[in-house]
């Protein structure tokens, strides 16, 4: 601390205290996103509902004007190359998948990833998982991970499940 203190031309006793209250404030348990459990996890089936049964007017409703669809496929499986960023480019995507696949997704369990609600889907053969970002009760980010590498953790658990 002596050391500290000198780089920063403050006394001792004030750089411990920053450093107390530092630690504190780290190691407050603050979630990143706030959803009411009940409330995510009707938003995420609400949208894979929507998504499988092609109903754009419920997607219309649960996204937010400039929602985000972000997809990692890590160059080994299909993914969108870049974000698609606002509802009207999101439901022309939604609407064109559906015309061309109809229903190929089917959820395995819903789950809640890095503080999000969302689920873990088999899509067209692939293991995929979405989660979404949920603010004023609209979705405002949708992130689907298909990369299997990233995925590899639960892929065994998927066998039990199944």
């Not at 022309?92 to 696949?101: D, H, Q, S, T």
Request: hydrophobic share 40%; no cysteine.
């Amino acid at each position: 601390m002596d050391e500290i203190a000198a780089t920063l031309d403050r006394d001792v006793v004030t750089v411990r205290q920053l450093a107390s209250r530092v630690r504190r404030n780290v190691q407050v348990d603050k979630p990143r996103y706030r959803v009411a459990r009940d409330d995510g996890e009707w938003i995420s089936l609400a949208y894979l509902d929507a998504t499988r049964t092609g109903d754009i007017g419920t997607l219309w409703t649960i996204l937010a004007e400039g929602v985000r669809i972000v997809s990692d496929g890590g160059g080994k499986v299909l993914a969108f190359p870049n974000a698609i960023v606002g509802v009207d480019k999101a439901l022309r995507l939604y609407e064109g998948l559906f015309r061309k696949y109809g229903d190929t997704e089917s959820m395995v369990r819903q789950v809640w990833i890095d503080g999000l609600p969302g689920y873990v889907s088999m899509y067209n053969g692939t293991l995929q998982t979405t989660s979404f970002e949920i603010k004023d009760g609209r979705v405002r980010a949708i992130y689907k991970i298909r990369n299997p590498d990233k995925l590899a953790h639960i892929s065994g658990q998927i066998g039990a499940i199944h």
